[in-house]
Structure formats: C-alpha cells, structure tokens
C-alpha cells in the first residue's frame, strides 16, 4: 500500500535520477534546436512522395463526386476510377476528369487538399516565436 501512496522509500532514488534526467532533456532540446533552425521544406521532394498515379487524392475525389450523386455510388465510382487508372497507368486525375469534366483540377492539387492545417502551423510557429 505504501508503495503507491508514495511513501518516500522512492524519493532518495528519484532525487538521484533528476540531475542526469533534467540534463539529458536539456541536450535533447539543445540538439533539437540547432537541428530544426536550417530546416526547410523541400516542396518538390514532397510532391514527388505523392506520386502513385495520384491515387492519395481518391478520397477528394470521392467528397467531389458526392456533391452529385449519393455518397455509396460516389465511393464506388471512385474505387472503379482508381481501379482504372491502375490498369491503364495514367493519373487517376485525366481518368477521373474524362468521365467526370465538372470535376474541378484542384481535387488533384496536393496543396487545395490541406484544409486549416497551413494556418495552425502558422499560428503555432508565431506563438513558438512569441516565446
């Protein structure tokens, strides 16, 4: 019972640890700053990571055709879609757009499909900045 109501048997321990802890943790920030100063995004590397026939962008497509047809039929339309860019080799874009031509190009455009996320980072670096 003692053990877990911290009965101080620990603390002699504990207060042995916290020194090589607190330094360890200050390090691992020290390193951490020095490696997050020179980084940048590569936006090309990043858009290459995407590749695939740009099957990553099936579930945009899925929402976009739903605004025109039920949600089952969009999802089932999409999986067809993918399964016929996989067979053909072209992107999953220029299949979808040649059956669907009211689908908008920036379904397909990594950058239209990052919703609020540009702007917390955003808000997140000031306030790191702020510090």
């Known amino acids: 019972v003692h053990q877990h109501q911290r009965d101080g048997v620990a603390w002699f321990t504990e207060w042995m640890t916290l020194p090589q802890i607190m330094l360890s943790g200050a390090s691992a920030l020290a390193h951490a700053k020095i490696l997050s100063a020179n980084m940048t995004p590569q936006i090309e590397n990043m858009n290459n990571a995407l590749g695939g ?31 016929q860019a996989i067979e053909t080799g072209q992107e999953l874009a220029t ?17 239209e499909q990052m919703g609020v996320a540009p702007n917390q980072a955003r808000a997140f670096a000031a306030a790191v900045k702020a510090l």
């Open 53 to 83: 026939l740009g099957l990553i962008h099936a579930e945009a497509l899925s929402f976009a055709l739903a605004e025109t047809m039920p949600r089952p039929d969009a999802q089932a339309e999409t999986k067809k879609l993918c399964a």
């Open 95 to 111: 299949v979808a757009q040649a059956t669907h031509p009211s689908i908008s190009p920036k379904t397909f455009q990594a950058t």
